[in-house]
């Protein structure tokens, strides 16, 4: 058995070896072939079918995300700039260990991008991801569906693609990708917001979010747009990220490539993949489906139909408009990390003296997701993140009109229910911050190198 074990071993080894021999690429969820998605399924049934103590058994995979491994150096951190090398490396290798599960079936498999800035093909999701045996989260310790991840149809795009798209022009890394002990944009919009209040169930922590194979197409296209943001940061000759080279992320004994700075470059040697701009329409029953149903009224920013908070915070606004070069910065110093549920803060514009109650969501200025953390992280994860946004454009375009003569932001600050997985959870500390402030800042990233 030890040895028919040690050449199993041996020969996925060797398929590692090779399997950056040409450059590989992930393709958007609607342009995969049937033929592609029958083999990724299969490569995912494959390591899902392997025995718990196989280290490329699936749940194994799962378990370096959330609460890391003996043989690792996980779990990942977030809420800083990390977060992107990190998860850049655990795409590769376990795009690595598809391929190896079972060639020549699945040699070529990649993981494909899901563009959640468009309508689904299913019900809530891309249809592979609700059909194919391989893509559902059942098959990882979840009774139902339902318990898994929210099911709850949704015809519209969960996020906005004009948020994306003024994410992704953010001139500056620190607030676009963060730094050591702060979190940028990417993460607290979109990557935060899908995980904890779009998904749900096995995606509302860290712990367990890997189990879902959602988790890999969501994240396959969050690294698409931070690729997407280098190549653009590298022309003008501003920093792509991350600043801190020197991380260790190896979760592999023996990994190559164990900083950093090794997955700074998608086109470096090594690495050599690229993701394929969509070349289809996205089409399917789903759609049509979706297209027949009737419209929610969604916010302008945030997608995710959430109920308006009781009560809000209220800070007065009194920043003078920009100057060429100069950002307008909304910063929060020492947000917590909630442990019982992740929670969605929207921020409002409005003239002073506004009635909160009155407060639309054409008013709202920006907003952020704070995603549940796990118990298990100890002494490695800060117990506060600070959180910086720039809200230079959204001003603008709300000030388009003559601005008013005194303004407040007023904040909405709502917890996600997702009562099923957060059965039997303890309500942690209040949901707070320290200090929220609002600034003029030139490049902080610039500032530090």
Not at 92 to 104: Q, T, Y
Not at 179 to 200: F, K, M
Not at 321 to 350: K, Q
Request: glycine share 6%; net charge neutral; hydrophobic share 35%.
């Amino acid at each position: 058995m030890r040895s028919a074990r040690f050449f199993a071993t041996l020969a996925v080894c060797l398929f590692v070896a090779t399997a950056f021999a040409q450059t590989r690429v992930r393709k958007h969820v609607c342009d995969l072939s049937d033929a592609e998605w029958t083999a990724l399924d299969h490569a995912f049934q494959k390591l899902e079918a392997l025995p718990e103590d196989d280290p490329n058994n699936y749940i194994r995979w799962a378990q370096i995300h959330g609460s890391g491994m003996p043989i690792s150096t996980g779990p990942c951190k977030h809420g800083s700039e990390q977060i992107w090398p990190w998860h850049r490396a655990y795409l590769i290798w376990f795009e690595n260990a598809l391929r190896a599960s079972d060639p020549p079936i699945t040699a070529n498999v990649t993981l494909p991008y899901w563009d959640w800035t468009q309508p689904p093909t299913g019900v809530r999701y891309p249809i592979q991801f609700e059909t194919l045996p391989g893509l559902l989260p059942v098959g990882t310790d979840c009774p139902t569906p339902s318990t898994c991840r929210n099911t709850t149809p949704h015809p519209s795009a969960p996020f906005d693609a004009k948020t994306i798209a003024s994410i992704q022009a953010i001139p500056d890394w620190s607030l676009y990708g963060g730094l050591a002990v702060s979190a940028g944009s990417l993460e607290l919009q979109p990557h935060n917001t899908i995980h904890g209040a779009y998904i749900g169930g096995l995606n509302a922590s860290n712990l367990n979010a890997a189990r879902d194979p959602l988790f890999w197409g969501h994240h396959s296209n969050l690294d698409r747009l931070w690729s997407e943001f280098q190549t653009a940061a590298r022309k003008s000759g501003r920093e792509p990220g991350p600043v801190k080279k020197d991380f260790k992320i190896n979760f592999r004994k023996g990994m190559p490539h164990e900083l950093s700075g090794d997955y700074a470059d998608i086109s470096s040697p090594w690495l050599d993949y690229t993701y394929q701009p969509q070349q289809k329409q996205c089409t399917g029953k789903g759609l049509a489906q979706a297209a027949a149903m009737k419209k929610e009224a969604r916010p302008a920013l945030l997608k995710i139909a959430m109920p308006s908070a009781a009560h809000v915070v209220e800070v007065p606004f009194n920043v003078a408009p920009p100057a060429a070069g100069e950002r307008i910065v909304l910063r929060f110093t020492g947000v917590s990390r909630p442990v019982d549920a992740s929670y969605v803060v929207r921020v409002y514009l409005r003239p002073a003296g506004s009635n909160p109650a009155t407060r639309t969501e054409s008013e709202q200025l920006t907003f952020f997701t704070t995603w549940r953390s796990n118990h298990d992280h100890g002494d490695d994860e800060e117990p506060t993140i600070d959180v910086a946004l720039d809200v230079t454009d959204r001003l603008r375009e709300l000030e388009a009109g003559a601005p008013a003569a005194k303004r407040v932001v007023q904040i909405d600050i709502e917890r996600v229910n997702d009562k099923e997985i957060f059965k039997g959870i303890e309500p942690g500390p209040e949901f707070n911050w320290r200090k929220v402030s609002i600034e003029k800042e030139t490049s902080l990233t610039q500032s530090i190198r």
